[in-house]
């Protein structure tokens, strides 16, 4: 199983943008992913899930900002991302979300810059 993020990029504050966590070797309707992001010299951090039926839920820190969404015939899972803040600047990653605080199949990752 391989797992692509892609969509990064430099936007403004306020700014959206859409990532992209492409699927192989797997069906994405029949697993968990996850998303998480890195900021320099910070943990990362779990800041959502989109689970198998449809279910999603999402860190404190973005809820009502960024909505994760699927397209099984693209076996992609996207992260959307509104009114983007400076301190939404990190490393996004996406993950198999195998259930009991353990992930596998991180991508290597796309950069999110938030700045005027």
């Known amino acids: 199983v391989k797992l692509v993020e892609s969509g990064g990029g430099l936007v403004q504050p306020g700014g959206s943008l859409r990532l992209s966590c492409a699927v192989s070797g797997f069906s994405v309707s029949s697993i968990a992913i996850a998303w998480a992001r890195q900021a320099p010299g910070k943990q990362r951090e779990k800041i959502g899930n989109?689970?198998?039926?449809?279910?999603?839920d999402y860190a404190d820190s973005i809820q009502g900002r960024f909505i994760i969404s699927r397209d099984n015939a693209k076996n992609t899972v996207y992260l959307y991302m509104n009114n983007l803040k400076p301190e939404d600047t990190a490393v996004y990653y996406c993950?198999?979300?195998?259930?009991?605080?353990?992930?596998?199949?991180w991508g290597q990752g796309t950069q999110v810059t938030v700045s005027s």
């Open positions: 993950a198999i979300n195998l259930g009991g605080g353990d992930f596998a199949s």
């Open positions: 989109a689970y198998v039926g449809g279910g999603t």
